[in-house]
C-alpha cells in the first residue's frame, strides 16, 4: 500500500509490481490519512483529517465500515 499527497492510497501487489486497486477519501474528507493492514492482512484501518475511522476490504478496497468515534 502506498498512501500518496492526493485523495488516494494505491495497493500494489509487492512480487509483480501491479496495480491492484486503491482506497479513495470519502465524505468530508480530502485526503486518505494513515492506514495499515490488520494482522491477517485481510482489511485496511485508516483514519482521516475528519476524525472518521475507514475499515477496508483489502482485497478489492472497498468500504467495509466507518467509525465517527473510537473511544
Known sequence: MITTDGGSAKLIDAFSG???GSIRATGAAKRVGQSCYTPDGSM???GDE???VHVYDSKRGQLVSY???IL
Open 67 to 69: 467509525y465517527d468515534k
Open 44 to 46: 485496511i484501518v485508516n
Open 50 to 52: 475528519t476524525g472518521k
Open 18 to 20: 501491479d496495480l491492484m
